[in-house]
């Protein structure tokens, strides 16, 4: 028997469970150099605003020891240019897509929720709440339980039932599995986690911070265990919710990792900078790796860390 690679997630399949990171390859058009992009389980866009921005001053980007960090500020095209681009180049490729927003504020994201409705062949919404409100004094969405259920309210009332949405929530809060419960019961289907963790790099030379805005969002394989830890907590707590996992992905067996914590798909993302074909490296481990643990489909292997914590096979 054939070993199904399939996997579901908040109301969407996929033929595989290895997807791109938000932000970490753009629209997927540098990675088309590399493979098929129809080989991924899809492509998650990088987030979008309502309007162009050109991100932040440089430099933006330093390396630490078993990651990056980075403060890039969402630079893009806005979300009327990238429909008109990003979207038609995607649809010719083959692959399923799933959007990445964010927004400013609440009406942004109603904004960007009502744009995207109108798009046909769209496979999902990411909606990255792990943005600083500026009708807050910058205080990021999904720190607050009130303000991430706003976000995704807005979201859900503006898009209507038909494109399922995954909730991008960040790891730096006391309680994860508070602002998950929140926006789930607010409408979202579906949870990404982890975003980057705030952090900062002091230059030991100059004696000044190596980024031009001081902090920046940390990635890579550096943060994996606080994925695990939340992707555990997140679907301990909410185990119908479907979990896109992703945080220091760099080999196959880091995904099963995550798989087995709960997530029902995985997201590779920094590893894509040092080797741009990662990402297929990675979709290979994990398959082998699940076959040789025994898995007649990959749906078997999510969550199994639970099962076996629970020691009745539920």
């Given at each position: 028997m054939s070993f199904d690679f399939s996997t579901a997630m908040a109301g969407a399949r996929f033929s595989n469970p290895i997807l791109t990171a938000s932000g970490c390859a753009g629209s997927g058009k540098e990675l088309s150099q590399f493979f098929r992009l129809s080989e991924l389980g899809a492509i998650v866009t990088k987030s979008i605003m309502v309007k162009p921005r050109s991100g932040r001053a440089t430099p933006r980007m330093a390396e630490t020891p078993s990651g990056m960090l980075n403060s890039i500020?969402?630079?893009?095209?806005?979300?009327?240019?990238?429909?008109?681009?990003?979207?038609?180049?995607?649809?010719?490729?083959?692959?399923?897509?799933?959007?990445?927003?964010?927004?400013?504020?609440?009406?942004?994201?109603?904004?960007?929720a009502r744009k995207v409705r109108g798009v046909a062949g769209i496979t999902a919404l990411e909606v990255n709440i792990s943005c600083p409100n500026v009708e807050n004094r910058g205080q990021v969405f999904a720190c607050n339980p009130t303000t991430a259920r706003e976000a995704i309210s807005a979201?859900?009332?503006?898009?209507?039932?038909?494109?399922?949405?995954?909730?991008?929530?960040t790891p730096d809060v006391t309680d994860i599995t508070e602002i998950a419960r929140e926006v789930v019961d607010a409408g979202a289907d579906g949870l990404a986690l982890i975003n980057t963790l705030l952090g900062m790099v002091i230059d030991t030379n100059t004696m000044l911070p190596k980024l031009s805005q001081?902090?920046?969002?940390?990635?890579?394989?550096?943060?994996?265990?606080?994925?695990?830890?939340a992707i555990y907590q997140v679907h301990a707590a909410l185990p119908n919710t479907p979990i896109l996992g992703m945080g220091g992905v760099a080999s196959g067996r880091d995904a099963f990792e995550l798989v087995?914590?709960?997530?029902?798909?995985?997201?590779?993302?920094?590893?894509?900078?040092?080797?741009?074909?990662?990402?297929?490296?990675?979709?290979?481990?994990?398959?082998?790796?699940?076959?040789?643990?025994?898995?007649?489909?990959?749906?078997?292997?999510?969550?199994?860390?639970?099962?076996?914590?629970?020691?009745?096979g539920e």
């Open positions: 500020g969402l630079q893009g095209p806005g979300i009327d240019q990238f429909l008109e681009n990003d979207i038609p180049w995607l649809k010719e490729q083959g692959v399923k897509i799933v959007i990445s927003i964010a927004g400013e504020s609440v009406e942004d994201y109603a904004v960007l979201v859900r009332r503006n898009i209507g039932g038909e494109v399922p949405i995954i909730a991008k929530l001081k902090t920046g969002g940390l990635s890579g394989p550096a943060i994996r265990p606080v994925a695990v830890r087995l914590a709960g997530a029902s798909a995985v997201s590779v993302g920094t590893a894509t900078f040092g080797n741009p074909t990662a990402a297929m490296a990675i979709k290979q481990e994990l398959e082998e790796i699940c076959i040789q643990r025994g898995f007649q489909n990959f749906r078997d292997a999510i969550g199994f860390a639970h099962r076996v914590e629970g020691g009745d």
